[in-house]
């Protein structure tokens, strides 16, 4: 039995050796296959996700939406006290790094 999976492992070793030198002898066919390859995924990603989405109806949930003012609130909060923050960062002094320091030479 183990002898059946190391030649049938030995057969795929081969195989992914030879498919680059393959691939590249056959370029032009290899090239066709992959731009057909991709054209039938793009085909299926866009049928399934416009022409389906187009089709298919949304749902409706029974329970109504439930507006929370408590959490409206405190994002409310959070917000004022975020723009109180940068607004005191308009009157802030921050020193000058490029005035002469007076300890180093110019040159």
Not at 18 to 46: D, H, T, Y
Request: aromatic share 16%; proline share 5%; hydrophobic share 40%.
């Amino acid at each position: 039995m183990r002898i059946i999976k190391k030649i049938k492992l030995d057969k795929w070793k081969k195989f992914f050796k030879k498919l680059p030198r393959n691939l590249a002898e056959q370029s032009f066919r290899s090239f066709m296959f992959f731009v057909l390859f991709a054209l039938i995924f793009g085909g299926c990603l866009f049928y399934k996700y416009s022409i389906l989405a187009e089709r298919k109806e949304p749902e409706i949930s029974k329970k109504p939406i439930e507006f929370r003012e408590d959490i409206l609130k405190n994002v409310l909060n959070e917000w004022q006290k975020r723009e109180i923050k940068f607004n005191e960062t308009e009157t802030k002094k921050y020193p000058d790094l490029f005035k002469d320091a007076g300890s180093h030479p110019a040159g």
